[in-house]
């Protein structure tokens, strides 16, 4: 029995959701991302995120029936539903908001030669790329604080009287 073929190429099923999983993900990582492996249970999924980021730029799954499906942001949707990359007719779009993993919205993706997934990938990235900016100084702030409060505790530690000296 022969393994069945996506239409839009020659690669059995399951070669062709790993190889659109995959090539998802490297075009994150050329735009700065990480990959981290995740598991919803027994679900595994890709989270995508900025290098010492603690918020995900978007989240790639398998999907049933498809290639691979992005979560996305809201933000993200209605940037690609303003510049037709994702309409009614090409994608299938579901809400999973519900999920609670910061995401709102499941772009389902039927291969790897999909034309939306650079345009998904690009909307993603520079709608956390703010966030990413901003996450990053409150963390260099932070820093600054921290290592303030440390010399301020050693000056006041060598201003202390010993009691039994």
Not at 23 to 40: E, L, M, P
Not at 51 to 77: E, F, M, Q
């Amino acid at each position: 029995m022969s393994e069945e073929t996506s239409p839009t190429t020659t690669l059995p099923k399951n070669e062709m959701k790993k190889a659109t999983k995959e090539h998802i993900a490297s075009i994150f990582q050329q735009q700065g991302c990480v990959i981290i492996q995740r598991s919803a249970g027994a679900v595994g999924y890709q989270a995508l995120r900025f290098t010492d980021s603690k918020h995900n730029v978007a989240c790639v799954y398998g999907g049933r029936g498809v290639a691979a499906s992005i979560w996305v942001k809201a933000p993200v949707l209605d940037i690609l539903k303003a510049n037709l990359h994702v309409t009614a007719t090409t994608h299938n779009v579901e809400d999973v908001s519900f999920f609670k993993r910061g995401l709102d919205w499941k772009i389902d993706i039927q291969d790897l030669n999909d034309p939306a997934i650079a345009h998904i990938v690009k909307a993603c990235v520079d709608n956390a790329k703010p966030h990413y900016e901003a996450e990053m100084l409150r963390e260099s702030e932070k820093q600054e604080r921290l290592i303030a409060q440390a010399a301020k505790r050693e000056l006041m530690d060598a201003k202390r009287k010993d009691p039994f000296a």
